[in-house]
């Protein structure tokens, strides 16, 4: 079945580190592969999306490429802030399967 | 647009009670989807409403858990009895039926089964 490696946390940076979080992924098809941020208090909210291979999906300074090749979808930031801080999930959904598939979560904490 | 709202945010029961979980989606979107994160893992699907009817409930670990969604609104998830296990993090998500991956998530509703 489907499944999603995330790199484990917790992860501690400093202001302007760069950030990447590795994410690796298993699927029978062709999935679009997804980025999803919980900020404290709140809901998931997805962050970037990618549907195809050398798909290279961005927001809020954050990229992340579809490689099919080595099966991975790592998320990267240049210079994190402090509002930065928050559980970041990798996750998959499969081609015409709406049901997402995520891994465990790394949880960012990013100091002044 | 209101977002998905969920109650209660925080639940602690004793093993063996009943617990109900609320989720009120985003007017309008017929998708409804229900998921689960234990202790810190991945957060795992439960099932799909399209409109009332369950379109997939594969994720559904046992017949411990009951899931509704009477007239296509608001759904509800039934834990009866609730074991230790239960413990975690329930999440809502909606989505228009013309954007079956444009989810918005509720905050969640934190189980704690003691």
């Known amino acids: 079945g489907d499944s999603v490696t995330q790199m484990e946390g917790p992860v501690t940076l400093s202001e302007e580190a760069f950030l990447t979080i590795n994410c690796t992924y298993t699927?029978?098809?062709?999935?679009?592969l997804f980025w999803y941020v919980q900020y404290p208090g709140e809901g998931l909210q997805l962050l970037l999306k990618?549907?195809?291979?050398?798909d290279k999906g961005s927001n809020k300074g954050f990229e992340a490429t579809y490689r099919k090749e080595t099966t991975s979808f790592h998320l990267e930031k240049g210079s994190v802030q402090v509002s930065d801080s928050a559980v970041y999930f990798c996750?998959?959904?499969?081609?015409?399967?709406?049901?997402?598939?995520f891994g465990a979560g790394t949880t960012v904490t990013v100091r002044a | 647009e209101a977002g998905v709202t969920q109650f209660p945010s925080h639940s602690v029961i004793e093993k063996g009670q009943t617990v109900t979980l609320r989720c009120d989606p985003i007017?309008?979107?017929?998708?409804l989807y229900w998921y689960r994160r234990v202790m810190g893992k991945e957060i795992k699907f439960l099932l799909h409403?399209?409109?009332?009817?369950?379109?997939?409930e594969s994720g559904m670990p046992n017949n411990r858990f009951l899931a509704e969604r009477t007239g296509g609104t608001y759904s509800t998830l039934k834990v009866q009895p609730a074991e230790l296990e239960d413990s975690g993090v329930y999440f809502c998500?909606?989505?228009?039926?013309?954007?079956?991956?444009?989810?918005?998530f509720g905050s969640g509703t934190r189980l704690t089964v003691v």
């Open positions: 996750a998959l959904s499969d081609l015409g399967d709406y049901k997402l598939s």
């Open positions: 007017s309008g979107h017929d998708n």
């Open positions: 409403f399209v409109k009332e009817s369950k379109q997939d």
């Open positions: 990618a549907t195809k291979a050398d």
């Open positions: 998500a909606s989505s228009r039926p013309s954007q079956p991956y444009g989810y918005t």
């Open positions: 699927a029978t098809g062709y999935p679009s």
